[in-house]
């Protein structure tokens, strides 16, 4: 992972702010550099940080090219070329298939049709599968191409400033004032007109929508005919259905490629620790747990990140109705669940250690770092970017206490993994939001297939570059098994009722269930519950969805009526 930073001026080389620079480091302390070239008369600098954690060396960025003089800034993680995993370092990969593009015979004429050059640049990033966002100057062109993955799992911003300067980089600054705006990623941006600004509008750049190949379009990942939202017969979905064993196929598959050979920091060879979950204690984030402990060595450990909020208005009205103080964190709902779940995962994976830290935020803490959390989320800037920030931000940070064995002693304690798993995805592509629910009582599969189709098409423009500021602050990098590309094109081929049981008949009470028999589980994600069920999480397997910001409770801290749209003050 990386931060990454492109400054264009017209006439001197813009220097990164220091807030800017900073910044860029945290997310990559291993590395940083810049590189700063000239083009006719204008200026371009490139700056690049680096946190290691492909290959068994670090691979210094940014990336040149002596012949061509290319430049590649690459913040991502490339799991797979033309569909084959990607061994060793990705990012010189990247840029050899980038290189290879605008090296062509016909790139070399001296009329060169750009138009074939953009499209090169296009259907060489199109082969390449995993989160990324990327700065590649072809040289020989004049042309920076930039952009961020179908799904938009990386950070990217551009501002334009009014004297024609451009920045594109990972995190905004407020040294330079004007719009910081969020790069769509809904295809590839090219600017081929270096030297060409058009007036105020400074440098204009070029949209280039993903190509549509076998009439699907790499942004959306789903063929639309497999949603048959008309079925003649509905299977009932149980312990024994395929879609139950495969999904545990599938998702051992994208978990392999993100938690296998996970190097140790070039500073640190000692780590036990290389792999950190955020841990609610929820379906989602459990799941990977157990599936990651089948797949790691058994003397790698594993920190399981859970944070838990001081909220004065809770803890007014709790301590209000039990006439006495209550503690802040341990009531808290997502501190029950991870307990819970914890205490699961302890007796399934005996052999394993599995580190569950408390991370108690007090809300001191969280006022003295709201400054912060604000910057980092620029241009989000509602209550509701706020509150989710803040429990990622200090989840991320994975600082708290452990507990020394059966004794009530607490340890302070800081995880030094580098590699954070999450869940989130699951609930847009199995069903597990209210408003899922919602959609099938007032129109059946149609009407859920409709919104699970609406959940898909947008998740690109959902809130992943925000997360992805907050959470590598602290030189941590997320990953989202659950947004892998095979793994999506695997779940949405599914039909609708394989996903869910909205409609289906229930399972037997346990109360009375016999080994032969299919639990009463929620019909939210049941294929996800069933799994659970099946691996002996059977706790797990009944847990609700429940939003980040009140499982932590970091929503509605103040006494009042603040809405989650509502601006930052």
Known sequence: MCGILLSYSRE???????????????????????????????????????????????????????????????????????????????????????????????????????????????????????????VFYAARHGKIFYGRDPL?????????????SLMISSVSSISFPGTWNEVEANGIYVISA??????????????????????????????????????????????????VDALLVHLRESLLVRIGNIPTPPSNTTVCARVAILFSGGLDCTLLARIAHDLLPEEQEVDLLNVAFENPRVLKAANAANNSSV?????????????????????????????FISIDIPYSETTT???????????????????????????????????????????????????????????????GYTRHATAFARKGYQGLTNELELDYSRLGKRNLGRDD???????????????????????????????????QPPGTSTASLTLNDDPVLEPSKLLLRLLSWKLDMKSVAGERKRAIQFGARTAKMEVGRTKGTEMLS
């Open 12 to 134: 001197n080389e813009i220097a990164p702010a220091t807030d800017l620079l900073s910044c860029l480091q945290r997310r990559g302390p291993d590395h940083t550099r810049t590189v700063s070239v000239n083009h006719s008369s204008e200026s371009l600098s490139f700056t690049s940080s680096v946190l290691s954690l492909r290959g068994q060396s670090l691979v210094r960025q940014p990336l040149e090219d002596p012949l061509s003089g290319s430049i590649l800034c690459w913040n991502g993680e490339g799991w797979r070329l033309d569909d084959k995993i990607i061994d060793g370092n990705d990012t010189e990969a990247v840029f050899d298939v980038l290189l290879k593009a605008t090296a062509s015979d016909v790139s070399l004429l001296a009329e060169v049709d750009q138009d074939q050059v953009d499209e090169a640049i296009v259907n060489a990033l199109h082969r390449i599968t995993g989160p990324y966002a990327f």
């Open 194 to 243: 270096l030297g060409k600004v058009n007036g105020d509008l400074g440098l204009v750049a070029k949209h280039i929508k993903w190509p549509i190949v076998n009439g699907n379009s790499k942004i959306l990942v789903f063929p639309k005919n497999v949603l048959n939202p008309h079925p003649s017969e509905v299977s009932r979905l149980t312990l024994t259905t395929p879609a």
């Open 369 to 431: 770092h709201r400054p912060q959390i604000i910057s980092l989320i620029h241009p989000h800037h509602t209550e509701m970017d706020l509150s989710i920030a803040c429990a990622l931000y200090f989840a991320a940070r994975g600082s708290g206490t452990v507990r020394c064995g059966s004794s009530s002693a607490c340890l302070p304690y800081t995880t030094p993994a580098r590699v954070l798993l999450s869940g989130l995805g699951a609930d847009e592509i199995f069903a």
């Open 327 to 355: 503690d802040p964190y341990s009531h808290c709902p997502d501190r029950l669940t991870g307990s819970t779940s914890y205490a699961e995962l302890q007796r399934i994976c005996p052999g394993r250690k599995w580190r």
């Open 152 to 164: 938009g799992r990386r950070s990217l911003l551009r501002r334009q400033g009014q004297d024609g």
């Open 469 to 503: 500021r907050v959470i590598s602050h602290w030189a941590r990098e997320v990953r989202y098994p659950y947004l892998d590309e095979g793994f999506l094109c695997w779940a949405l081929s599914l039909p609708t009722w394989e996903k869910c049981g909205f409609g």
